[in-house]
């Protein structure tokens, strides 16, 4: 069970830093959304949705 624990480990740490930058991209992130009202945040929803959009469909 060594050489299995070490394998799924050493996946789990490369997938850990591989997805870190996003994470610290979406903490930094943070600060910015808790100043929105509810509304305001609401509205970030139709924005983000827009956005996915042009960048998969275009």
């Known amino acids: ?6 394998v ?3 996946y789990s ?7 870190m930058p996003i994470v610290e ?3 930094s992130l943070e600060p910015e959304m808790q100043k929105l009202t509810d509304k305001e945040l ?3 929803t139709a924005e983000f949705k827009q956005k996915l959009t ?4 275009a």
């Open 25 to 27: 991209k979406i903490n």
């Open 1 to 6: 069970m060594g050489l299995l624990t070490k």
């Open 8 to 10: 799924f480990k050493s």
């Open 54 to 57: 042009e960048r998969f469909v």
């Open 42 to 44: 609401a509205g970030k």
């Open 13 to 19: 740490e490369k997938e850990v830093k591989r997805v």
